[in-house]
Nanobody, 124 residues
Framework: QVQLVESGGGLVQAGGSLRLSCAASGRTFSGYTMGWFRQAPGKERELVAAIIWSGRSTYYADSVKGRFTISRDNAKNTMYLQMNSLNPEDTAVYYC?????????????????WGQGTQVTVSS
C-alpha cells in the first residue's frame, strides 16, 4: 500500500504558474510509475503527465506539452507538477496516482493508488 497526498493547488490568474506536490508514504516510492490526472466539472478524468520510477521517461497530454513539467525526487518520496502559462481550461481537480507497473502507462485503470486531489482554479 502507498498513501498519496497532493498539495499546492489554488487560485491563479491566467498566465500564472503553480507547482503541485504529491507526497507518498508506505511502500517504496521509487518502485512506482507515477501520474498526474485531472478532472474538470462535467468531464472525464484525464491523464496530464506520467513519469517512470527513474524519471528518465515521461508522458504529457498534448494540451499541456511545453507548459507543464513532471518530476520526482525518490529520496524525498515526492512527485511534482510544475504548471506554467495556465489558462482557464486547466481548471480542475488534480490527482496524483501510483501504478505498480514499472513501465510508463497512460491508462487510468493501471493506476492502483490515488490521492484525494487538489483544486486548481485559473481565472481569466
Amino acid at each position: 500500500q502507498v498513501q498519496l497526498v497532493e498539495s499546492g493547488g489554488g487560485l491563479v490568474q491566467a498566465g500564472g504558474s503553480l507547482r503541485l506536490s504529491c507526497a507518498a508514504s508506505g511502500r517504496t516510492f521509487s518502485g512506482y510509475t507515477m501520474g498526474w490526472f485531472r478532472q474538470a466539472p462535467g468531464k472525464e478524468r484525464e491523464l496530464v503527465a506520467a513519469i517512470i520510477w527513474s524519471g528518465r521517461s515521461t508522458y504529457y497530454a498534448d494540451s499541456v506539452k511545453g507548459r507543464f513539467t513532471i518530476s520526482r525526487d525518490n529520496a524525498k518520496n515526492t512527485m511534482y507538477l510544475q504548471m506554467n502559462s495556465l489558462n482557464p481550461e486547466d481548471t480542475a481537480v488534480y490527482y496524483c496516482a501510483a501504478s505498480n507497473l514499472v513501465v510508463l502507462t497512460t491508462t487510468s485503470l493501471n493506476y492502483n493508488y490515488w490521492g484525494q486531489g487538489t483544486q486548481v482554479t485559473v481565472s481569466s
